[in-house]
């Protein structure tokens, strides 16, 4: 590592210093190195089983390394429970949604904005009106989460992570089972929200949605990074192709 790149690393936001999650003989996660800095919205895919989800797990508390540290905003979580992370400023959204059904829209964002936030009721309500209008509920804050479609329920998984007032959103294939016309409106939202500031790591496998959006792409494979950088000059590097797309390389 450089001493540019070390520098960058240092003082990035989110720091990964060779974490490893392993399963008996199985490396979900394998000796990974890796720094997200304040800001950046970055982009992570790889083939199924190739260690995202669990690399989400690592960060969030979900799972607890074998090896390695994780380190937020200079403080070192590695041993700190979801909840103490969550507070620390990192938020996110699960691939299938499970909000409290018979609670209205606002009252799921009012349980994150309080006990995960932790901010006063007053600071509370404001916030969860604000990510209401941001993330296109407001019309919808007095129904049950039951009744919401597939693409309100993932508005509401949105909508719920940002209600912590979240330094690091962290997104798990948030568009998977969207069509076409809805995934363009997510993404606009999600768009919006790294406009404002808030530092994004989204795995998805619908490539496109994903570039436009991240200004840096990471593809995972056997739970180690194969390659990461500029998002079109990592889409054509020929082992990508062939891990990813399945393109045989000659």
Request: aromatic share 6%; proline share 4%.
């Amino acid at each position: 590592m450089g001493g540019r790149n070390l520098k960058f690393f240092m003082s990035a936001l989110l720091q990964l210093h060779g974490v490893s999650k392993s399963y008996g003989a199985l490396k979900a996660v394998d000796t990974v190195d890796l720094a997200v800095e304040s800001g950046e919205a970055l982009a992570v895919i790889g083939p199924n089983g190739a260690g995202k989800t669990t690399l989400f797990n690592l960060i969030t508390g979900d799972v607890s390394p074998s090896a390695g540290r994780v380190v937020f905003d200079e403080s070192d979580m590695t041993a700190m429970a979801p909840h103490a992370r969550s507070r620390l400023g990192i938020g996110r959204s699960y691939q299938i949604p499970h909000p409290f059904a018979n609670m209205s829209v606002f009252e799921n964002l009012l349980v994150g904005a309080i006990f995960g936030g932790r901010a006063t009721e007053r600071e509370s309500y404001r916030r969860c009106s604000e990510v209401l209008k941001l993330t296109g509920l407001y019309e919808r804050a007095n129904v049950p989460a039951r009744t919401l479609t597939l693409l309100q329920r993932k508005r509401l998984e949105l909508a719920r992570a940002l209600a912590l007032r979240p330094k690091l959103l962290l997104l798990d294939e948030i568009a998977g089972g969207l069509t076409e016309y809805e995934c363009a409106e997510l993404v606009k939202t999600i768009k919006d929200i790294h406009a404002r500031g808030t530092t994004i790591v989204w795995i998805e496998h619908i490539v496109h949605a994903l570039l436009s959006v991240a200004s840096r792409l990471v593809v995972m494979n056997f739970g180690q990074i194969l390659a990461q950088g500029v998002p079109h000059e990592v889409i054509a590097d020929s082992r990508v192709r062939e891990v990813y797309m399945g393109i045989p390389v000659s």
